[in-house]
């Protein structure tokens, strides 16, 4: 590609970021390759699906940027995994050592691009040629031992590669500015929100010296409470000018990704036979720059789609009453709840929706039963499940049914959502929302059943105190009319919650405080048994095993040290069933005081978590920090249940 100037500029940043990120995927397809079992069927495997998906990235973001001799071997390496995944092919010990000297040429043409040397195209060649020679000689149905037709051994050996990792400076003065990496400012932001955990513990002191003053009216203590006022005002103050700071300097505009774009387009149609428009809104529109580098080549792969999958080639537009020119738009604006939204569009065939399905059923992704139920837009969001394409060949770019699966997995861990509409013939837009920036939340305390709930303000369209009166029977269901006359079903949040927990009781004269929610999957109304306050909060993400816990989008510190679960709405309004025996009186006393339970979690957090989520539904509970802890409590007294990590 040809740049200048400022393009220039960006090229080399993008490059630098490529480092850095090709450092990473290469470890993970090294260390997978060295880890994957040998004569075994691993076409489920997570460690296949993990390294094949780190070489399609690595392929993709070496196609950003030009890097052709690197996406050329990762395309072939691409396509040994695919095989893997297929159940066409095993991992034998011959493969293992030629997929191993393969990955010798990877790092040596990743080193060159530190080294500004070459490696020639004939061994480039011979390499790519060496593995198809193997994949077409292994039998999945028994061991077979090939000898390697040529010698691919280069200076490093296999356990020098496999340590080896990209050097990059952490910090480069360039025009006047310090470039960090995203790891460090990071950490930087992950300290400055430390302090928001820290206000919010300094309040609970406050109250609860308060509470004690009311009892003992002693003027001392008065003074130690006006004193801790003017500390916890001080310190907000200095928080939030702190935390604006850092969340200034990580913002960056949608114009170092676009000013690049239309000569990437073009390259890529050129080499495609096919003639594209391409037109870009919102440059100036910012966004956190953590995001905005982990989404870079996320977008990329989108584009890359609408040029293989949907515009045509010129004739065919022609023939079909187009102009001969296809049309891309790709469209970024700031949305009024902060999010950012980014439309990805194309004027080309539309997403063949016959061969998504025909895609889908052959991998295994749903069944023929499924398959006749689904709408034209469950259809189109096929495209974002590993192993779906719409293709019947595969192509440098695009074609293994890859690439959208990784996007709508990197955009979900952003926090964002992808929706896809496509017509016939007409063409397919990607639409895109992402937060502004990573940081903290306002969320709203409340208590349900026996819980301390995090509800997200973003999510509550309402709060309010409702009566008996206020609520209306429909098919034998209890709802809600708000202030428009439109009803909205009700319920109890910890029987969504909680399964177990009972909902609402009947009494005319009872009043409930009710929170009226709003997510992707509609509206409901819920009943809690109290309001607290509202908390500025920082979303910790749950890891294994908590990770899988339905309803709950992470966990947050607030008081001296409490933790509480924070609400997703998503998959709460998803989950939430208006249940025609919502009225019944409250009838289950569940006697749980007599059953004791010990938890054995080596994380100090987890242990103390677990504990309060068990104690709070009535257990008589122990904690052990290792299994030889377990053990010991276990010889002195009995347990009706043991929870524990086991992963420990």
């Not at 593995?131 to 090939?146: C, D, R, Y």
Request: with cysteine; net charge negative; glycine share 6%.
């Amino acid at each position: 590609m040809g740049y200048s100037g400022e393009q220039e500029d960006f090229y080399k940043e993008l490059l630098r970021d490529f480092k850095i990120e090709s450092s990473e995927h290469y470890q993970t397809i090294l260390e997978g390759i060295y880890n994957l079992p040998l004569r075994k069927d691993i076409s489920k495997s997570p460690l296949l699906e993990k390294i094949y998906r780190s070489t399609h990235s690595l392929k993709g973001a070496a196609r950003a940027i030009n890097l052709k001799d690197i996406e050329k071997v990762c395309s072939s390496l691409e396509g040994v995994f695919g095989e893997m995944k297929k159940s066409s092919l095993l991992m034998e010990e011959t493969l293992q050592e030629g997929l191993k000297s393969y990955m010798q040429l990877i790092r040596e043409l990743l080193d060159n691009i530190e080294t500004h040397k070459t490696t020639s195209q004939s061994i480039i060649d011979r390499h790519i040629r060496n593995i198809q020679f193997l994949i077409s000689n292994a039998n999945p149905a028994t061991k077979t031992i090939i000898k390697e037709p040529e010698n691919t051994q280069l200076k490093d050996n296999n356990d020098k590669a496999s340590k080896q990792k990209t050097q990059t400076d952490t910090n480069i003065l360039e025009s006047g500015s310090i470039r960090i990496e995203n790891e460090h400012l990071i950490k930087i932001v992950q300290q400055s929100e430390n302090f928001i955990t820290i206000n919010n513990s300094l309040s609970h002191i406050k109250e609860e010296l308060q509470d004690l003053y009311s009892l003992k009216n002693d003027h001392k203590l008065l003074r130690i409470i006006r004193q801790i006022k003017e500390l916890e005002s001080e310190a907000i103050k200095l928080t939030d000018e702190l935390t604006a700071n850092i969340n200034n300097t990580l913002l960056a505009t949608f114009d170092s990704i676009i000013r690049l774009l239309p000569i990437m387009i073009q390259e890529i149609a050129r080499e495609y036979g096919k003639e594209i428009d391409f037109r870009a809104e919102g440059a100036d529109i910012e966004i956190d720059r953590r995001i905005l580098t982990e989404i870079k080549d996320t977008l990329i792969h989108i584009l890359r789609n609408c040029i293989d999958h949907g515009i045509e080639d010129p004739d065919q537009r022609i023939s079909s009453g187009k102009e001969r020119k296809g049309t891309i738009s790709f469209k970024v604006e700031k949305l009024m709840d902060g999010n950012v939204k980014i439309v990805i569009s194309d004027d080309g065939k539309g997403i063949d929706k016959e061969s998504i399905l025909t895609s889908a059923l052959k991998n295994d992704i749903l069944s023929k039963q499924e398959s006749s139920k689904l709408s034209e837009s469950q259809i189109d969001k096929l495209i974002f499940k590993s192993g779906v394409s719409s293709k019947n060949f595969v192509t440098d770019i695009s074609g293994r049914g890859l690439g959208m699966s990784i996007a709508a997995d990197k955009i979900g861990e952003l926090g964002g959502t992808i929706n896809t509409h496509s017509q016939k013939g007409k063409g397919t837009t990607f639409t895109i929302i992402l937060p502004q920036s990573i940081s903290t939340f306002r969320g709203l305390l409340v208590k349900s059943g026996k819980y301390e709930i995090m509800v997200p303000f973003k999510h509550i369209d309402k709060v309010t105190i409702i009566n008996q009166k206020d609520i209306i029977t429909i098919g034998n269901k209890p709802h809600l009319k708000d202030s428009r006359g439109e009803t909205i079903g009700i319920t109890k949040l910890s029987s969504v919650i909680s399964p177990l927990d009972n909902n609402l009781t009947h009494d005319d004269s009872h009043k409930y405080e009710t929170l009226i929610l709003s997510g992707d999957k509609g509206i409901f109304a819920y009943t809690v048994d109290k309001i607290y306050r509202g908390y500025e909060v920082i979303l910790r993400k749950p890891t294994k095993p908590l990770d899988t816990i339905k309803n709950i989008a992470g966990f947050a510190l607030i008081k001296n040290g409490v933790i509480v679960p924070v609400l997703d709405i998503n998959q709460l309004t998803e989950n939430t069933t208006v249940k025609n025996d919502s009225w019944r009186s409250e009838d289950k006393n569940r006697d749980k005081q007599t059953n004791k339970v010990l938890i054995v979690e080596d994380s100090i957090t987890i242990r103390a978590m677990l504990r309060n989520f068990v104690e709070s539904e009535g257990f008589n509970v122990q904690t052990a920090s290792d299994g030889k802890d377990a053990l010991d409590i276990i010889e002195k007294e009995a347990f009706d249940i043991v929870v524990t990590d086991i992963e420990m």
